[in-house]
């Protein structure tokens, strides 16, 4: 293996270094990742990740790099390998293997063929996060055929369970196998790098934040009796009134430091100042973003499930209901004062899975360089920071103290409703798109 460490596949391309092609193989490389189905429900009842982890394992190992992998459960397998040259502290890149389910009857194509269609990958896990996935791949296997590695040290991590709040993979790594990760200071993982047009302009949103999680089950417990007579302690009425008062609440606008770049960013294009008053209508300007960044200038809580009764005729002993609840750095203290309230006396809450928030400042080396490796490939674009409305294996690794982002770039269509694509039906991207964020990510990893 060659010591060069310096020269990018965009700079090879000019002479000034071997020449590679960073985009080559990350096509196949997502169609082949699609078609291993990593499905997570949940539980352990999913066909787990190893299958694909073995296929990650078995593509380093072919350009020479050793990986090990970590079992927390049968199937649930993560994957760690160490890349890259001798200069500095090492840099996190992580990927998730696993996808939530998909029901094929509801497709155009199936969702685990990786069928490429109109100019685009289809399948599930093709933006979630297979994608990002292959650029990485093929971005390694690419610069290591060359001789050509990054002059930093590179930790590359695939997680199993990021889709199940990353309890079996992301966490177990971070709290058995520390020392795999100890020395790392900063991470790169999903989700952003992503365009979106804005008033004709693309934007690149690079996640500098993200909102803590609180998925919670409510149970109510009352007194059994016949449904023909008085019962005056049903806990499916308790219940029902608490989810019905969570559903129906708005929450006030707050802005945290990471979106105040960005609204001040869409402002100065709307010819708008950014205020708290005016902040959901410079949300609108992002079209069909606006579903995720409409809900990151406040808390959320969204009720999910509901469960009460075996008979019609019998008020049940006890209801429960699961909550998604959503709360912004800084915030956490007013999000669980106001859910108290909103719950009342007679709510039971146990956490599913309770995570904290994270935001990292947007400054310093790493932005620097994802900025200039995006401009290099779209001069005309903006790039700025966001908050992410879900969770990410970030929320994890950052218990190490790491600075961490969201960059997976991918220069889309304006008119593709990308957010739309997340865990939903016909997921797909585009291949251009591929190509894109491999050719912007080796940039990347050649100045980080």
Not at 50 to 64: I, P, W
Not at 102 to 111: G, M, N, R
Request: aromatic content about 8%; hydrophobic content about 40%; charged content about 25%.
């Amino acid at each position: 293996m060659s010591d060069d460490t310096s020269t990018p596949g965009a700079d090879a391309a000019r002479g000034d270094g071997p020449v590679y092609d960073p985009a080559a193989e990350v096509v196949e490389l997502c169609r082949d990742l699609i078609r291993i189905d990593t499905s997570n429900y949940g539980d352990d009842s999913g066909p787990g990740e190893r299958k694909a982890a073995e296929h990650v394992a078995t593509l380093l190992d072919e350009v020479g790099i050793e990986s090990r992998l970590y079992e927390s459960s049968p199937g649930r397998t993560s994957l760690v390998a160490r890349w890259g040259g001798p200069e500095g502290d090492p840099l996190l890149v992580h990927g998730h293997l696993d996808v939530v389910p998909a029901a094929a009857e509801d497709w155009q194509v199936h969702p685990f063929s990786g069928e490429v269609q109109d100019g685009y990958v289809w399948g599930r896990g093709a933006v979630d996060m297979k994608d990002f996935d292959a650029m990485l791949l093929s971005v390694v296997r690419a610069r290591t055929r060359a001789g050509v590695l990054p002059k930093r040290p590179v930790v590359l991590c695939f997680t199993a369970d990021e889709e199940a709040g990353g309890h079996q993979g992301a966490e177990v790594l971070v709290e058995e196998h520390p020392d795999e990760l100890a020395d790392c200071t900063e991470a790169i993982g999903e989700v952003g790098g992503f365009s979106a047009t804005v008033r004709g302009r693309r934007v690149y949103l690079i996640e500098a934040a993200e909102k803590g999680m609180a998925w919670m089950r409510l149970t109510t417990r009352g007194r059994a009796g016949h449904g023909s007579m008085v019962n005056t302690e049903n806990a499916v009425t308790d219940l029902a009134g608490a989810v019905a008062r969570i559903g129906a609440h708005e929450w006030p606008v707050r802005l945290t430091p990471t979106m105040e770049v960005l609204l001040a960013t869409i402002g100065e294009l709307a010819g708008t100042p950014a205020t708290p008053e005016n902040a959901p209508a410079l949300v609108e300007e992002f079209g069909g973003a606006a579903r995720m960044l409409g809900n990151v200038i406040r808390n959320s809580t969204n009720p999910t499930m509901l469960s009460a009764g075996y008979k019609v005729n019998v008020v049940p002993t006890e209801a429960t209901a699961h909550v998604d609840g959503r709360f912004l750095p800084g915030f956490e203290d007013e999000f669980f004062a106001t859910l108290a309230e909103l719950t009342g006396e007679n709510v039971e809450i146990e956490f599913v899975s309770h995570q904290q928030p994270w935001e990292t400042p947007y400054d310093g080396h790493l932005v620097d360089a994802m900025t200039r490796s995006l401009l290099a490939e779209d001069p005309g674009a903006l790039v700025a920071p966001y908050l992410m409305s879900g969770g990410t294996d970030a929320k994890h690794f950052r218990k190490l103290g790491m600075r961490s982002y969201g960059f997976a770039p991918l220069r889309l269509p304006a008119d593709l409703d990308f957010t739309a694509l997340f865990h939903g039906v016909d997921e797909r991207v585009p291949v251009d798109a591929l190509e894109f964020g491999a050719r912007v990510f080796d940039r990347f990893l050649g100045d980080a």
